[in-house]
């Protein structure tokens, strides 16, 4: 692989992707002179490219999915994703309430929860409206291309432990978070007048032990953008349940019907024959790919690592196939082993897959398909009873062979 090619944009093997970002997640069947030239890299990391803005207020940026280059998103490339003007918190003025259908309410500070048992996974968070930008007709809201997940090593606090001490009263059902985050939504479904964001869970599933109030990411206090000093973090649902700025625990004997889990980040179940509307949860399996990416120029009758992410909920990937006709046939990419002591279920797979790409120039269309071992795969075509979330179709990928 020669510098002229890279410079004009066309990965022509092995090497070119992985060159980039800090942390570097080799395949395991690397010839050995592209493992020196990873090495070398490796000694003077070339600085994260970055993040691409969406929007300035309130700050929304998503990540360059196309500079994927390792299992874990670096902190400063995790994307992010605010409803309201980013709060910023003191960790020694902070302090937590646990409240509402509990015997013995309680609040607590930033040092006594530190002190408390935590574990450590790594789970990956896609945003719900991610990949939006893919839906035609086109839907209102921010338009993110591939960039709105990202995988993070989080540690923190079960929120079981606080449920256990505050005692939960017989009948309730419900937990909800709530941020130090607010505003108004003045667009329709407008909000009625200054609210704070706000997501419940059920407490079925906010027993479990993967249900954590994260203070750290990535091995560091958790960064002001990502919920600093506390977040809520719900492994294996869109990030919307993830709560960032934690401040206020509720538990509910109701079913909580906050702006965020009915006109927003909610989408019709069919029941009966009856479309219901129903708050978004459980993430969806879904592939994507980083290179090639869209409109990127790849020259005929290479090898081509063609390369990505793939993930689910309450399950584990095992398949990701690629089509490169179109959604005909269908190839089996390798999935990547995690780093080992790495992850928890819910973190994502990385995947490559070696393409030969087509003998002539002229546009190509390519596909990354995800299944679970649950058995769900992704769809061909969109849901629209989806409204603009949970975007897990098949997304074509448009690539120029030049
Ligand atoms: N307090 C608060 N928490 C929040 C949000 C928010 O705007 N305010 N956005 C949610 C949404 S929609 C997503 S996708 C995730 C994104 O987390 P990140 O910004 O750390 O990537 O945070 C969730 N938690
Ligand atoms: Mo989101």
Not at 25 to 35: G, I
Not at 132 to 157: H, I, M, Y
Not at 323 to 333: E, K, Y
């Amino acid at each position: 692989m020669s510098t002229k090619k890279d410079e004009d944009g066309v990965n022509t093997g092995r090497g070119g992707s992985l060159r980039r970002g800090a942390l570097v997640a080799l395949p395991p069947a690397l010839p050995p002179a592209a493992q020196a030239e990873a090495d070398t890299s490796a000694v003077t990391p070339p600085p994260p490219p970055g993040l691409i803005l969406r929007e300035k207020e309130p700050e929304n940026l998503e990540f360059p999915f196309s500079t994927l280059s390792s299992f874990v998103t670096p902190s400063e490339q995790f994307y992010i994703r605010n409803h309201f003007a980013m709060p910023r918190l003191d960790a020694s003025a902070w302090r937590l309430s646990v409240e509402g259908a509990v015997e013995r309410p309680f609040t607590l500070g930033y040092d006594e929860l530190l002190r408390m048992p935590a574990r450590t996974a790594t789970a990956t968070l896609e945003c719900a409206g991610n990949s939006r930008v893919f839906l035609v007709p086109k839907a209102s809201g921010t338009q993110r291309e591939l960039g709105g997940a990202g995988n993070a090593e989080w540690t923190g606090v079960p929120l079981a432990a606080l449920l256990d001490r505050a005692g939960v009263r017989a009948g309730a059902v419900e937990v909800i978070f709530e941020g130090a985050d607010s505003g108004e939504i003045s667009e329709e479904p407008k909000s009625p007048g200054v609210i704070h964001f706000a997501r419940s869970l059920p407490l079925a599933k906010a027993w479990g032990p993967q249900v954590l109030l994260a203070h750290r990411m990535n091995g560091a206090a958790l960064p002001p953008a990502h919920g600093f000093p506390v977040r809520a973090l719900v492994p294996g649902w869109y990030g919307m349940a993830s709560v960032k700025w934690l401040t206020r625990i509720v538990v509910t004997d109701r079913p909580f019907q906050g702006f965020f889990q009915t006109l927003q980040y909610s989408y019709f179940q069919q029941r009966d024959g009856l479309p219901t509307l129903a708050p978004i949860t459980e993430a969806q399996v879904k592939a994507e790919i980083a290179r090639p990416a869209m409109h990127e120029a790849v020259r005929a009758n290479t090898a081509y690592r063609m390369h990505g992410a793939a993930w689910t909920s309450d399950s584990a990937v095992t398949r990701v196939e690629i089509s490169v006709d179109g959604g005909r046939a269908w190839a089996a990419a390798r999935l990547l082993d995690a780093p080992p002591a790495a992850p928890g279920p819910d973190a994502w797979r990385l995947w490559e897959y070696d393409w030969r790409t087509p003998p002539r120039p002229g546009p190509c269309t390519v596909m990354a398909r995800a299944t679970d071992a649950r058995g769900r795969t992704q769809p061909m075509e969109r849901d629209p009873d989806r409204l603009s979330y949970m975007i897990s179709h098949v997304l074509p990928i448009e690539v120029e062979v030049i």
